[in-house]
């Protein structure tokens, strides 16, 4: 696969946030959600997703003296000790481990070079095209620059799959490395809202911060910092059938900033059914068929502007049914054709 990269330019010290529908992607609120700016450890919520997509969770793993050795944040793993992809997947997403980081690179994509090219190419097929990885773990290179819609984009894909969600919703998990230790989630607001905890039976052992619970709804995340790009911070967040992503980049207030930004979604936008679920009659001898309802997050203006339109083939084998807010397409779907007739 040939990839065009986008220039490496950006402005340091810059910053952004953006606010988007979990379900559909659409943009909710932002601001500077387009710039491209480094994202520090936020880049291994794209590595735990290449590593779960192209590998077992079973699979072993012996650890290099690379990995063992890499800069920054540590799991404190040790030269020749074999651990599962799932122990290094805990302990890139709970602990933001360097050295789980560039243990699963090389196990995966056979070097680190090879396994952020798979990064690269799954981006592109996402079509992340202001995302470029240079390396698994975030450390910082000039040319490894993403954005806050990117980055929130990235936290919607990687939710779609089970395993990750688990992985990065999870509060507690002890490890089974070497040194055996108990890993309590980095994100502060995930840690409120008492994700699961895994493979930890002593709740003498685990932290007061991971046990108690609080009016939040966040329940899953990555934090992420580097000198260059300031306090990173991705949340996924839930209510009422409602879910938002936030994202900031260079926001030293963080966790106060993605409260404050998940409130104003539930209380600006409610989730409406647009089309319910059925079969539709478009003319004589066609019919459509929604297999499920198409419910947004929209907020009192919109609601009056939502209007639907709906594109078919020629040979009447395919259509495509999408969601305007006046002028602006906000959502598209597939839907069946059928025949006037058929029950």
């Known amino acids: 696969m040939c990839l065009a990269f986008p220039s490496s330019s950006f402005a340091r010290g810059g910053s952004g946030h953006v606010v988007i529908d979990g379900e559909t992607g659409r943009i909710l609120l932002g601001v500077n959600e387009d710039s491209r700016l480094p994202i520090a450890s936020l880049t291994k919520i794209w590595t735990a997703l290449i590593a779960i997509e192209n590998s077992a969770l079973d699979e072993k793993v012996v650890i290099s003296a690379k990995a063992a050795t890499a800069e920054g944040s540590s799991i404190y793993l040790q030269a020749g000790e074999t651990v599962t992809v799932e122990t290094l997947l805990y302990g890139l997403m709970l602990r933001s481990g360097n050295d789980a980081a560039t243990a699963l690179a090389e196990h995966v994509g056979g070097s680190v070079d090879g396994f952020v090219r798979l990064m690269n190419e799954r981006a592109a097929v996402a079509g992340l095209r202001n995302t470029v990885f240079m390396n698994p773990s975030g450390l910082h290179h000039e040319e490894h620059l993403s954005s806050a819609k990117e980055t929130a984009e990235m936290l919607r894909i990687a939710l779609q799959n089970k395993k990750f969600e688990k992985i990065a919703s999870t509060v507690l998990f002890r490890a089974d490395t070497t040194n055996g230790m108990l890993w309590e989630n980095k994100h502060r607001l995930v840690r409120e809202q008492s994700g ?24 899953a995340g990555k934090t992420g910092y580097t000198k260059v790009a300031g306090r990173t911070l991705a949340t996924a967040f839930q209510k009422d059938g409602q879910t938002c992503i936030v994202v900031t980049l260079n926001e030293s207030d963080d966790w106060q900033v993605h409260r404050s ?35 947004l997050q929209l907020n009192k203006e919109e609601k009056s502007k939502v209007r639907q339109v709906l594109h078919i083939s020629r040979k009447r084998q395919e259509a495509v049914l999408s969601i305007f807010i006046g002028e602006k397409r906000i959502y598209a779907t597939s839907v069946n054709v059928e025949s006037v007739d058929r029950k």
Do not use: H, M
């Open 196 to 219: 699961p905890v895994s493979d930890s039976k002593d709740e003498e052992e685990q932290p007061v911060t991971s046990l108690k619970r609080s009016t939040g709804s966040a329940y």
């Open 261 to 295: 930004l998940a409130n104003s979604i539930w209380q600006n936008y409610s989730l409406e059914t647009v089309v319910k679920k059925g079969k539709y009659k478009v003319n004589d001898k066609v019919s459509i068929r929604l297999e499920k309802p198409i419910r």
